[in-house]
Structure formats: structure tokens, C-alpha cells
T-cell receptor, first 114, second 118 residues
Framework: NAGVTQTPKFQVLKTGQSMTLQCAQD?????MSWYRQDPGMGLRLIHY???????DQGEVPNGYNVSRSTTEDFPLRLLSAAPSQTSVYFC?????????????FGSGTQLSVL | AQKITQTQPGMFVQEKEAVTLDCTYD???????LFWYKQPSSGEMIFLIY??????QNATEGRYSLNFQKARKSANLVISASQLGDSAMYFC???????????????FGKGTLLTVNP
């Protein structure tokens, strides 16, 4: 049961560097999303996708890009890292069915931008 | 205005006692969903319970139950028979159907840190 797999778990970047956070799910969920968690702020939505080829912005999209070429994968790209992007990032996938809705999170990526 | 409000930054409970974590929400959509998540010190987000706005009965999952009071817009989490392993941060979240024309955009509260004392 892989569920939602996020890599890497930890990353340190220098200001201006770019990188991609990987997210994959094996549950055939249509909906995937990226959140960031900052102290005292709860989780905030960065980008989300309702299916392959469809993405949209969330609450805090600036500085991030996403794409969804397959149902399974939803990578998050930091174009030019800034210290304000130091955070813990969570990928999630979700479904709605009998028994209600569930949203499953990956294990998180702790990112530090120096 | 905040969509999800958790007014208790921290809560303490004795082992084996019940505890209620408060959550109020704000939405004008008739169809929405409410979630509770647990985040232990290890950092992962663990799904606990879900309540749909049209569900007639309060949701229950083992020792977790959701006290859903629709008219008051509250969705409090009740943990019965607390265990030491329940010590964690707890987040309430709401999914609105029509938010931006898509589902599964969750808005989270700021969380309540629960400490279970032996």
C-alpha cells in the first residue's frame, strides 16, 4: 500500500535555485493537491488538479508551478527559491465515494531555503 | 473572515478521559464536507473522520466522533478514552463544493495541540 509518495523528505536550497518536489499516488484518484504548512498557519493550498491535464491555483500559488500529465503524478516546481518558501510541503490525493470523502497526505517534504 | 476557526491553541486531558476539540466554520454553500486530521510530532497528516453537510447522523470512527451542529456551524471532534498516543496537533478542515468551481480545495484551521497526561 504505497498511497501517496513524496520525495525528497528533506531539501536545502540556496536562494535562486530551482527544484521539483515529486508526488505520486497509486490509488487512481482524480484529485491531487499541494499544501504548505507554516508555524501557526495551518495548511494552505498552493495548487490543485482535478484530473490529468487540468490544474488550477490555490491560495498561495506565487513562485510555484505544477503540471499533471498523468493521473498518478503531480510534481511541484519551485522556479527560483526564496527564503519565504521555507516550509513543510504536503502532497495529497482524494476521492469521493461510498462512505464519504477521504483525502490522503504524503509524508511531507521539509524545505529550507538559505 | 476565517473559514475555519479553532479557538483552542492547546488542550490538556487526563488519560482515559474524553476530550472535545472545537471547530467552527463559515460557508454559504449548502453542500460541504468537514474533516479532522491528526498530526503527531513525526509530522504526517492522519485522516480521522469526515462529515458531509447532508449527513443526517454524526460521523463516528472508533474512539473519534464528530459533534455536528449545522445551525451553529460547528463540527467539534470528540475523542473518548484518551490515550497517551493521542497527544498531537489536531486540524479541522472544510471542503466547499463550489469554491472556484472545483472540489477538494480544503481550508484548514490553525490547529489545536492536545496533550494527554498520564
Amino acid at each position: 500500500n504505497a498511497g501517496v509518495t513524496q520525495t525528497p523528505k528533506f531539501q536545502v536550497l540556496k536562494t535562486g535555485q530551482s527544484m521539483t518536489l515529486q508526488c505520486a499516488q497509486d490509488m487512481n484518484h482524480e484529485y491531487m493537491s499541494w499544501y504548505r504548512q507554516d508555524p501557526g498557519m495551518g495548511l494552505r493550498l498552493i495548487h490543485y488538479s482535478v484530473g490529468a491535464g487540468i490544474t488550477d491555483q490555490g491560495e498561495v500559488p506565487n513562485g510555484y508551478n505544477v503540471s499533471r500529465s498523468t493521473t498518478e503524478d503531480f510534481p511541484l516546481r519551485l522556479l527560483s527559491a526564496a527564503p519565504s518558501q521555507t516550509s513543510v510541503y504536503f502532497c495529497a490525493s482524494s476521492y469521493s465515494g461510498v462512505g464519504g470523502e477521504k483525502l490522503f497526505f504524503g509524508s511531507g517534504t521539509q524545505l529550507s531555503v538559505l | 473572515a476565517q473559514k475555519i476557526t479553532q479557538t483552542q491553541p492547546g488542550m490538556f486531558v487526563q488519560e482515559k478521559e474524553a476530550v472535545t476539540l472545537d471547530c467552527t466554520y463559515d460557508t454559504s454553500d449548502p453542500s460541504y464536507g468537514l474533516f479532522w486530521y491528526k498530526q503527531p510530532s513525526s509530522g504526517e497528516m492522519i485522516f480521522l473522520i469526515y462529515q458531509g453537510s447532508y449527513d443526517q447522523q454524526n460521523a463516528t470512527e472508533g474512539r473519534y466522533s464528530l459533534n455536528f451542529q449545522k445551525a451553529r456551524k460547528s463540527a467539534n471532534l470528540v475523542i473518548s478514552a484518551s490515550q497517551l498516543g493521542d497527544s498531537a496537533m489536531y486540524f479541522c478542515a472544510m471542503r466547499e463544493v463550489n469554491s472556484g468551481g472545483s472540489n477538494y480545495k480544503l481550508t484548514f484551521g490553525k490547529g489545536t495541540l492536545l496533550t494527554v497526561n498520564p
